[in-house]
């Protein structure tokens, strides 16, 4: 049976299963089901639908590519049984693995002629590891040599070289038990892929009786062939014979178990959830950082390693960890460069919204995210083909892969509720799933994957989490998590020191106003913020009062608010100001003229060249920024001011840039939406038929274009529309060439026919004097 019409024999819910499956078949559409069996057939197409296959159905797909033309059922069968490394048998996953093969249209025929799809035997490149066949492998052979060959191993036959070798070849028992157990230790080393070897002068020519090495006895035997000056490949009759008839060695009709610990399951829910709490706090807690002190971006793209190094610490998190959740943080448009020239790494106007969202809300666009960005933070601190070093934030973390085998890692551990299978296990489990795209790179990516899980919150212990599954099967990920997440609490507890522990999550408020008016001095089951001269000021830059801090300290405070830190708000906010720093390049201005004087008079101000211009002005050459940094230093207490002398608040909001269109979940590989797949399958089907008709128009004596009068014409229109039935028509378009079309009419009304064109899988208006005939179909 020819495979294009066994693709038109296929029904309607064969065909949406075959484009629903692959649906890179019908992008575009094709014009008719001829053209989509040609595509099904491209190397392209066909490579691609082979990397998705596991390995006992990519095993059938071999066993039949090395047979010779369509194999009955039953014979395939005791093909696959016997590679078979358990006495299971090899039902019923060969019936459901030739199901498979017949959806994705790479199996074809019927039961007592299987037959693989065009193009399906090109795109396997030695397959189960067994090289060429012998009229292949010895394609490249000069005549005269082939002729010798076979009058060695097969004298007294007829026909060319090729054919007599061939043919010798086709039942080489004899051959191989001629040759010395050297030669046979050679042979043994190829039978189990691959199939080619190198060795010197592979080329030259040489007889079965003079013969000096093991390698030269084979090649003069033709068991093995010479396919460059250096380089031999064993005939693939020659290693089946070897293999004793089987095609694999040591195959799994079911994926190999997963090996490892069994966890409970509320226990991994519970620390999961903990884990995305304290993710979605990081992200906070780094796009605020980096509201105040925003790191550059380097020239070459990318964030420096010092400010890394610096996120890390002040995240409190490994530098792998770190990366994490700035990568995250800038594919979920959370942050982004702007700011100026050179270019700073920024919060976007998209954080401000993120942030009042409730935190299981929160956690799910940057777990989302996550999962289906092409960004791989693994790699940062590694260093590409050039030796240059991995960046974060750096084009050069994008990997096309990334999205499906963090999909497919994650797909393993939800096969196994309650277990935290081994990194080993996982990777078997893998290579069985989807054995043409191992690599080192993909097992590389794999480790990335369940490291990064973990960390994200996706995992618990090594187990996928209620709220992970929910996120990967489409359900309520927010609605899993919200009940497990820690309460978070609105209140500090003050201490004599200048300290104040936090004796749980902050709310999100709570937890801005503290990172704005302490630094954090260790993290754990109770954060510890310490109150410096520094970070009130840093308060008092923002727009707080000194009051307002005091009050603020007291609203929020499960404790009375120690004298000394009810002191040190009040004594910063008294210094805090009185000297003012504006542009001229900058100035500085003071109402107390004798603090000027102390300026002035300060040795470390020599190298800010000031100038006094009145009592109450001094001028510099500096900037107003590096001004205000230097009087700082020195122990004052500036603030900037406009030109209209208003005072400078920095408030954290205010440094953002523009929002980025975050990363969206790319569209699944073997998916389709049904309605699309069911509209192609129409659309192939009218398109099909009008193909055939214009081949071979049906119910026309002579294969003729529809012609008749136009009475007749227009009454069987008429009655078309009626009855609801397709038609068959003559059509003369604009430039008087005769056309046929295949329509189902609508409606005719002033002088024209509306009607779905099947030819061309639209609606159209004809013109009905451009009619010349109607018949039926």
Known sequence: MEFTEWIRGRTDEQLRALVSARPELITPVPAHLEGLASRAGSPSAVARVLDRLDRFT??????????????????????????????????????????????????YGTDDALDLGPGVRKALEDPAGLGPRAVDAFRHHAPEQLEEMADDVAPGTSGTGKERLAAALAAPGKLVEAVSPEARGALDQLVWGPPTGRVPNARREVRVGSARSPIEELLARGLLAATGEESVTLPREVGLYLRGGRVHRDLLAVPPPLQGSARDRRLADRTAAGQAFWFVRSVEELCERWSIEPPGV?????????????????????????????????????????GGVDGEWLPTSGYDLWRVRATAERWVTLAATWLHMDRMPGLVGERDERDRPLNALHTDLRRSSAPAVRSATLGVLASAPGLAPARDSVLERLAWEQ??????????????????????????????????????????????LAPLLPEPVDHVLLQADLTAVAPGPLTSELNRWMTLTADVESKGGATVYRFSETSIRRALDAGHGGEELVSMLAGHSATPVPQALSYLVTDVARRHGRIRVGTASAYIRCDDPALLDQITADRRSAALRLRRLAPTVIASRSSRAALVDSLRAMGYAPVAESLDGDVIISQLDVRRTEAVAPTRPVAAQNGLDPDVAAAAVRALRAGDAAHLARREPMDVPGGQVPRGPATATISALQEAIKQGVRVWIGYTDSQGNATSRILEPARMEGGYLTAYDETRAAVHRFALHRITGVAGL
């Open 298 to 338: 380097l020239r070459t793209g990318g964030l420096g390693v010092r400010d890394l190094k610096r996120a890390a610490t002040e995240l409190d998190l490994p530098e792998w960890a770190a990366a994490l959740v700035i990568e995250v943080a800038h594919a979920a448009g959370l942050i982004a460069a702007g």
């Open 58 to 107: 990519l095993a059938v797909v071999e066993t039949l590519a090395v047979q010779d033309g369509p194999v009955p059922r039953q014979r395939l069968r005791e093909l696959v049984g016997a590679a078979l490394s358990d006495d299971s048998g090899p039902e019923p996953a060969l019936t459901a693995a030739l199901d498979r093969l017949y959806d994705l249209a790479l199996v």
């Open 435 to 480: 054995p043409r795209r191992r690599g080192p790179l993909r097992e590389q990516l794999t480790e990335f994957a369940l490291r990064e899980a973990e960390q994200v919150g996706m995992t618990g212990l090594g187990v996928l989490s209620a709220h992970g599954r929910g996120l990967l099967d489409g359900a309520d990920p927010a609605g899993l």
